[in-house]
């Protein structure tokens, strides 16, 4: 598995902070559930923290490239992205995977 990142730290965004057209992006929440959900911006394109999975600790043994990082979105069969919290879960890294 290949990794990029640039480690620049992003700022966590929080729902309530939304505009109107990127909420638009989110119809699938409530109001509600908008405003308690947390995102981040990532080349340009606004992704929900809620849809991440968590790196385990059966994928560390199976690949150790994974070791430093908390989720893990797949965009595709061999390709995604994956992040990892820093400054007490204020920021996060973005890096992409390759299988």
Known sequence: MDIVTNNVPRQLINGFELSDKEREEFDYLSDDELCESVFFKYKGELYDLGEFMVVTNTMVLHDSQLKEWHGFMADSHF?????????????IIVGKFFS
Do not use: K, P
């Open 79 to 91: 390709s995604g992205i994956l992040i990892r919290y820093v400054e007490r879960d204020e920021e």
